[in-house]
């Protein structure tokens, strides 16, 4: 420092003692300054008052040798004192140097500028705050300082900086959020548990609505529970807590809309901690804002999805995420079915659509655990457009919510619990907003067809929900229906020839179009033809999926539709079928439900009299079909008390090839024989006078196998058919209308009969091809 410079009013005493490398000399020239801005303010003489403040800041704090600029500092503070409360005229020129000092290499000064500013800002208290920015940024530098002293120093600072704060009503909130959404995504834990602090602070403070500002500092927050320290992580745990507090008692003043976003992206990382409260909040957010949360619906599911599929090791995640997934399914209503109509005149406030928004978050994907599904979402916090200020209608993104759906449940690798809670949110859509979902169908059909054949019992019978909703639903009509659409489509269907008493021809049931079986049975619409013809080609391309689950499918799917729709639908389907192989198995499948599932008991009865035209065309058009299978037609006959074309079918079978396969079906007819479902067949047989072909019949199955246990048990069965001349008693001779009921004098029988000696002639040609190739698909008897 020049010696020759004019320094005054400061005296050359003073200047010296404040270049003086020890510190008691510095504290004399400090009291000295102290002294002589008292006299200047007593004289209100504030020039001079400026030129020490500034002689103080440029010559002595801002200088380049180290004992000035300790000089300058405590000379500052010297100053501040002597102010008093007129300090806060001169806070810019006071604060600015010392500030500047915080960034010194010199710890002992770092130190020192702490020491000074501690001074200035008790002096001066609430006049402070206009200066709170920079104070606050100085500060942040300060937390983290690698000296122990420093940060002891900076601390006391910071306690009497927050003191002021509380006390205050004058804090510029608006001003300070800026600086602290930049300061929040420090990675210096010092820092971040100085910024914790704060706002900690500034949550309890009555007159400061921080909640107002939470969307600006949610993402950094979360960022900060994420931390190694422990106590960080359990500051940052209570601030969200009281956020969520205060969220609970003011839902009305909260911006959801606005940090939903950041739910969705906290609530995929890998962290337990922070996936488990950003869940939490998710949760609280659909309760507390409703319908709100809609428009955000495809980013939550993909956020929540994955976490349903957790073992026990997360097992809160697992819980909190699906109340989540239940809450958020609340929401959906049926008003979301209806079409949008914006008034006329005015301009819509645009929705946010979060499914036009990217999808991908870094290090984290959205279909599982190991991130197997390509909709993510990313690390930025604005995922989807912020919501308007202005109210708006609320829209439910249909599009995004079902290809979230439908990517999780192509998506092979997720687990049982998420497909489960996908398939109830297809049949939940299908059910609330049925005309708009129908516009996804044909999207989604396939995947659905194909996860028929998922190792899971319940995600079939999920699956099979939604199928059977699709294919009953009164929103999947057409019209008309017209022509159905696409090749498969194109099949004629079965011309079920029933003759009309009245007309003495043919009779056409009604629904030409297979949809309809008969006026008794409910509407199907386009889907449902289209779902049989598909699950068919299914059970022919997957062999196991029809022996392991066909029977399971087809009899759930009696349950849930109409049984007489399903059987008829498929017969019709089964007649055209190429491959007779297939149709002989899926017909002997059918006729095995049939027969013994309890789910078909009404249509067992219905078959059983055959006293209507629409139980006589059923018949008519089961019978077509199961013409592929010889010994499934005489059961169908035997059900249908149809004893005579029984007995003729039988004839019939001694031009048939007899195969292994053929006489072991023989032998399960027999065993079915034997069973409850044809109780009232073996009381028929007392009743020998009025049944005799079903007597014949029984015989003819008995001739054609071999001795074996099923021969035996048919023989015995036989044995026990009485004599008709011991069953004549004195009321019986007298002349008594016969209780055999007559054949339905609607059917054709010797028609069917052609048709199957023609059907059969079709499988025995197959075969005989098969052989010249060196197939043998079937086991032949070996005389």
């Given at each position: 420092m020049n010696p020759e410079k004019d320094f005054t009013p400061l005296t050359p005493n003073i200047v010296r003692a404040l270049n003086d490398k020890l510190y008691e000399k510095r504290k004399v020239a400090a009291l000295e300054i102290e002294k002589l801005v008292r006299e200047f303010v007593a004289q209100n003489n504030t020039v001079q008052i400026k030129h020490v403040i500034q002689t103080l800041s440029q010559e002595f704090a801002l200088s380049q040798h180290p004992h000035s600029r300790k000089g300058g500092l405590i000379g500052l503070a010297a100053c501040s004192i002597a102010l008093g409360k007129d300090s806060g005229l001169y806070l810019k020129d006071l604060i600015e140097p010392v500030l500047t000092c915080f960034n010194d290499a010199d710890s002992r000064l770092r130190y020192y500028a702490c020491e000074a500013?501690?001074?200035?800002?008790?002096?001066?208290?609430?006049?402070?705050?206009?200066?709170?920015?920079?104070?606050?940024?100085?500060?942040?530098?300060?937390?983290?300082?690698?000296?122990?002293?420093?940060?002891?120093?900076?601390?006391?600072?910071?306690?009497?900086?927050?003191?002021?704060?509380t006390e205050s009503n004058k804090f510029d909130l608006v001003g300070f959020i800026p600086l602290l959404r930049e300061r929040i995504y420090s990675n210096n834990q010092y820092a971040r548990q100085f910024i914790i602090s704060w706002i900690l602070v500034l949550e309890s403070v009555p007159d400061i609505n921080l909640l107002d500002y939470l969307p600006e500092i949610l993402d950094g927050l979360f960022q900060i529970l994420g931390d190694n320290g422990k106590e960080i992580r359990k500051m940052c745990e209570v601030a969200l807590g009281e956020f969520l507090k205060e969220i609970k008692r003011n839902p009305s003043s909260v911006k959801f809309a606005e940090m939903a976003n950041i739910l969705v992206i906290h609530c995929q990382t890998n962290d337990d901690l922070i996936q488990l409260t950003a869940m939490c909040w998710m949760w609280e957010f659909t309760q507390l804002a409703g319908r709100v949360m809609l428009p955000y619906s495809s980013?939550?599911?993909?956020?929540?999805?994955?976490?349903?599929?957790?073992?026990?090791?997360?097992?809160?995640?697992?819980?909190?995420?699906?109340?989540?997934?239940?809450?958020?399914?609340?929401l959906v209503t049926p008003e979301d079915d209806e079409p949008e109509e914006p008034k006329p005149g005015v301009q819509q406030q645009a929705e946010p659509n979060p499914d036009d928004a990217p999808a991908k978050q870094e290090g984290t994907t959205s279909g599982g655990p190991d991130g197997s599904c390509d909709s993510s979402f990313s690390s930025s916090i604005s995922v989807f457009p912020a919501a308007s200020t202005e109210r708006a209608p609320v829209t439910l993104h249909l599009d995004g919510i079902v290809q979230v759906l439908n990517c999780h449940l192509r998506d092979m690798a997720i687990g049982m619990m998420t497909r489960i809670a996908v398939l109830k949110w297809l049949y939940h859509l299908y059910i609330k907003t049925p005309r708009k979902m129908f516009r996804h169908t044909d999207s989604l059909f396939p995947i659905l067809l194909q996860t028929l054949s998922d190792e899971s019992d319940e995600v079939i019978l999920k699956d099979l929900e939604v199928l059977a909703e699709?294919?009953?639903?009164?929103?999947?009509?057409?019209?008309?229906?017209?022509?159905?659409?696409?090749?498969?489509?194109?099949?004629?269907?079965?011309?079920?020839?029933?003759?009309?008493?009245?007309?003495?021809?043919?009779?056409?049931?009604?629904?030409?179009?297979?949809?309809?079986?008969?006026?008794?049975?409910?509407?199907?619409?386009?889907?449902?033809?289209?779902?049989?013809?598909?699950?068919?080609?299914?059970?022919?391309?997957?062999?196991?999926?029809?022996?392991?689950?066909?029977?399971?499918?087809?009899?759930?799917?009696?349950?849930?539709?109409?049984?007489?729709?399903?059987?008829?639908?498929?017969?019709?389907?089964?007649?055209?079928?190429e491959d007779l192989k297939f149709a002989s198995t899926?017909?002997?499948?059918?006729?095995t439900i049939l027969l013994t599932s309890t789910e078909l008991f009404q249509l067992r009865n219905q078959l059983k009299d055959l006293r209507t035209l629409e139980s006589q065309s059923l018949f008519c058009c089961l019978y077509r079909s199961w013409c592929h299978?010889?010994?499934?037609?005489?059961?169908?006959?035997?059900?249908?008390?149809?004893?005579?074309?029984?007995?003729?079918?039988?004839?019939?079978?001694?031009?048939?090839?007899?195969?292994?396969?053929?006489?072991?079906?023989?032998?399960?007819?027999?065993?079915?024989?034997?069973?409850?479902?044809?109780?009232?067949?073996?009381?028929?047989?007392?009743?020998?006078?009025?049944?005799?072909?079903?007597?014949?019949?029984?015989?003819?199955?008995?001739?054609?196998?071999?001795?074996?246990?099923?021969?035996?048990?048919?023989?015995?069965?036989?044995?026990?058919?009485?004599?008709?001349?011991?069953?004549?008693?004195?009321?019986?001779?007298?002349?008594?209308?016969?209780?055999?009921?007559?054949?339905?004098?609607?059917?054709?029988?010797?028609?069917?009969?052609?048709?199957?000696e023609k059907v059969q002639n079709k499988h025995l040609e197959v075969r005989h091809q098969r052989s010249g190739r060196g197939d043998h698909p079937d086991r032949r008897i070996v005389l």
């Open positions: 500013l501690y001074n200035i800002v008790k002096v001066a208290r609430g006049a402070v705050l206009p200066h709170f920015n920079v104070l606050f940024d100085g500060l942040s530098k300060l937390a983290a300082d690698p000296d122990p002293n420093v940060k002891s120093g900076s601390e006391l600072l910071d306690r009497l900086l927050k003191d002021i704060v980013g939550i599911l993909t956020a929540v999805l994955p976490c349903l599929a957790y073992d026990d090791r997360k097992k809160s995640i697992k819980e909190v995420a699906n109340s989540c997934n239940q809450s958020l399914m609340k699709i294919a009953s639903s009164p929103a999947g009509q057409t019209g008309d229906l017209g022509p159905l659409d696409g090749p498969d489509l194109q099949v004629g269907h079965s011309e079920l020839q029933v003759s009309s008493p009245a007309r003495g021809g043919l009779l056409h049931p009604p629904g030409t179009k297979g949809l309809e079986c008969s006026p008794s049975t409910p509407p199907m619409n386009s889907y449902f033809y289209k779902f049989m013809i598909n699950l068919l080609k299914r059970f022919s391309s997957e062999q196991k999926l029809l022996e392991t689950r066909g029977a399971f499918i087809i009899r759930q799917l009696c349950l849930l539709l109409n049984a007489e729709n399903i059987f008829h639908s498929m017969a019709d389907i089964l007649l055209r079928e899926m017909v002997h499948t059918l006729n299978n010889p010994v499934t037609t005489v059961s169908l006959c035997f059900l249908t008390q149809n004893y005579r074309h029984a007995y003729d079918l039988i004839q019939k079978f001694g031009d048939l090839e007899v195969t292994v396969d053929f006489l072991t079906e023989v032998d399960k007819l027999v065993q079915l024989i034997e069973c409850p479902i044809f109780t009232y067949l073996r009381l028929q047989l007392l009743d020998v006078k009025n049944h005799p072909y079903l007597i014949k019949a029984l015989y003819g199955l008995l001739m054609l196998l071999p001795q074996s246990s099923a021969f035996q048990l048919l023989s015995h069965r036989l044995q026990c058919v009485p004599k008709p001349e011991l069953l004549q008693t004195e009321d019986g001779l007298k002349a008594a209308p016969s209780s055999q009921r007559a054949s339905a004098p609607n059917i054709d029988y010797a028609e069917l009969l052609q048709h199957f």
